[in-house]
């Protein structure tokens, strides 16, 4: 064998080594560059679905539970309550829900899945404030004496029904939105995602 040879020989040997450990540095360093690129725990929590026990809510109570970095009410609806949404509708400005604030498979003036349930998202449609229960009825409200009971944004003056139907001539476009969900049991709620998904 020529020196010639064992030189390309070694030479080729060489090449491979250095590739080899290149490919390895390569690998190493990308690893850790797309594990930063996808998302965070807490991301991923952001967006994942929330479940709510609803077995402790009494008739007229209403509890709070956070999806997506919203506040959510789940407002257990007594029969009186209920019964207010027809003489709302008149009042209304979107009575029947034709806008898209909630799931196709939300109907009716309950805008509920099971009626004594609502689940809405607690962010007025006009600027992002917070309403706030205004569940009396009449001058007890502080609203008015004919106030059937609802919601009341503080800010600029929103009002909306126990459907979270936004009253007519009000700053708030839409009404309140309803997220999708479901129920996994009769006491457990998964909201942030449809049964279908």
């Known amino acids: 064998m020529s020196s010639d040879e064992t030189i390309d020989g070694a030479r080729r040997n060489l090449v491979l080594a250095s590739a080899a450990v290149g490919g390895v540095a390569t690998v190493a360093t990308a690893v850790p560059f797309l594990a930063s690129m996808a998302p965070s ?3 991923k929590a952001a967006g994942a679905p929330v479940e709510a026990d609803i077995s402790k809510l009494a008739p007229g109570e209403m509890m709070r539970v956070e999806w ?28 029947d829900s034709k806008r898209p604030m909630q799931p196709d498979y939300i109907k009716g003036d309950a805008r509920a899945i099971k009626p004594e349930y609502l689940v ?25 004496d004919d106030w059937l009971g609802g919601f009341l944004c503080p800010c600029h003056g929103s009002t909306f029904d126990f459907s979270g139907r936004v009253y007519k001539n009000k700053p708030a476009p839409d009404n309140l939105e309803v997220p999708p969900y479901y129920y996994l049991s009769d006491t457990r709620i998964l909201i942030g995602e449809d049964q279908k998904a």
Do not use: N
């Open 68 to 95: 997506r970095g919203k506040p959510v009410w789940i407002l257990r609806r007594t029969q009186e309550m209920l019964d207010t949404l027809k003489k709302a509708d008149p009042l209304v400005a979107d009575p």
């Open 120 to 144: 809405v998202v607690g962010i007025c449609t006009h600027l992002g404030c917070s309403p706030s229960e205004k569940f009396a009825e009449g001058a007890a409200s502080g609203i008015s």
């Open 41 to 43: 725990e807490r991301a």
